[in-house]
């Protein structure tokens, strides 16, 4: 099922060419924008999904758990529905909770009926209406940070720091295309050429981010900002599914010693460990993402190793 799900976003080169977001209303006080209400939406994640992954993150953050209501999908896609899906098979009797719904197609279907794209998480739900108001992977996780400080808790962190903005966008930037993209650009690649393009993109990438937290603790100096939420999504899925799944296989995550170490000092924060969920990435990946006909899931890496020390909140740079 590799490419197959993704098949046309595959361009004549075999690059892969992520579907573009169609639900982007952004969330404000304007008359065309989604209010900024408590209660009134529910997020739909995977905590396989690194896009979907970031949202969680954010939140825990914020404080936004309450404020928010989330439902989660099943990582393994269902093989009982002709199209790709995501099913609320976790819940009691397959059905989501709150919005009755066996199928995350299901509430793109209403919300549009002639939508031809995938299905995508994450999903923000108008629970007034059972629709699909945003599902901007790339911008969502920026409304948490700014639109939603009414609710954010005392002590939230600055997430998106004005003297810091453009030089985070930027970064986000390479992080995303690169990075985030890239792992897939080189995982759902149909050309030798396509794959070693995206390959060495990637790993001169991630040698320069190295390089840079050689230098600080996170990317920006010693406070969380929106690029280490992430950039840190696609490292902790690294080594458990990208480097063999998705043949990104120059060096392990573990082989770095800045950025493993540095994934280990998020991990080790509640709000990233409370919300990476390995058993839920390995099964996506290795039984709906990745060609594996026995459909056996790998036992390791042995997660404890996130825990060992690492040495970077007392690190003079």
């Not at 914020?62 to 209501?69: H, M, T, Y």
């Not at 406070?223 to 080594?239: A, C, E, G, K, W």
């Amino acid at each position: 099922m590799t490419t197959e799900f993704v098949k046309n976003e595959v361009d004549e080169a075999g690059r892969f060419r992520r579907q573009k977001t169609r639900f982007i209303t952004p969330f404000g006080d304007g008359p065309n924008d989604l209010p900024v209400e408590k209660d009134r939406y529910r997020l739909i994640v995977s905590y396989a999904c690194p896009w979907a992954h970031r949202q969680l993150i954010a939140l825990k953050l914020l404080g936004l758990e309450n404020v928010i209501s989330v439902g989660v999908v099943d990582p393994v896609r269902p093989t009982n529905v002709a199209r790709t899906d995501w099913s609320f098979s976790l819940d009691q009797d397959a059905v989501d909770p709150v919005l009755g719904v066996h199928y995350l197609s299901e509430l793109y279907l209403k919300t549009d009926p002639t939508y031809q794209g995938r299905f995508t998480v994450p999903a923000v739900i108008d629970l007034q209406t059972g629709k699909v108001v945003n599902n901007d992977f790339l911008g969502l996780l920026r409304h948490w940070e700014t639109q939603w400080t009414r609710f954010h808790k005392p002590d939230a962190p600055d997430l998106y720091p004005e003297k810091d903005q453009a030089a985070i966008d930027e970064l986000n930037d390479l992080i995303f295309t690169d990075i985030n993209n890239g792992v897939y650009k080189a995982g759902f690649a149909t050309s030798q050429s396509a794959y070693e393009e995206a390959y060495d993109t990637l790993f001169d990438r991630l040698d320069i981010l190295e390089k840079r937290l050689s230098q600080s603790r996170y990317l920006f100096g010693d406070h969380i900002t929106d690029s280490d939420i992430r950039l840190y999504v696609t490292l902790v899925r690294f080594d458990v599914a990208y480097y063999n799944g998705f043949r990104t296989n120059r060096n392990r995550l573990v082989d770095f010693p800045n950025l493993w170490a540095y994934a280990r000092d998020l991990y080790q924060q509640p709000a990233f460990r409370e919300t990476t969920h390995f058993d839920h990435i390995k099964k996506h990946y290795h039984l709906s993402a990745i060609d594996n006909p026995r459909q056996i899931v790998p036992k390791g890496p042995d997660e404890s190793i996130l825990l060992q020390p690492h040495g970077r909140a007392t690190r003079h740079y």
